[in-house]
């Protein structure tokens, strides 16, 4: 339960920091399009059961594929949605989070 708390404080969390730290004049702005990028798991719809606890997101639902996160990567490399790609990598880093602990690494 409480993982489940920390992992969603930090999919809100994780973007505003970055927000404040890279994009001091406009956080506002790079946080809110950052926690849109949220919307990407609209693909645990797919999935039976939509929600697994147990279930490691990346690799398994469409849009958290490796291919699908290579995307991510490249559309940072573009300035119009460098933000996009940045939400939606910041996003696989906390689920690949929670893949590395259920595979026994302990995060601090």
Avoid: E, N
């Avoid at 920091?17 to 890279?22: M, R, T």
């Amino acid at each position: 339960m409480i993982s489940t708390v920390i992992h969603l404080a930090l999919h809100a969390l994780l973007p505003l920091l970055v927000a404040l730290l890279f994009f001091r004049q406009d956080w506002k702005r790079a946080w809110l399009i950052m926690l849109l990028t949220m919307l990407v798991d609209l693909d645990h719809l797919l999935a039976d059961p939509i929600f697994d606890p147990g279930r490691c997101s990346i690799g398994f639902h469409p849009l958290h594929s490796y291919t699908a996160i290579t995307g991510y990567l490249l559309m940072t490399l573009w300035r119009p949605l460098r933000l996009v790609g940045l939400g939606l990598l910041l996003h696989m880093l906390v689920d690949a989070s929670d893949c590395w602990r259920m595979a026994g690494f302990p995060l601090p």
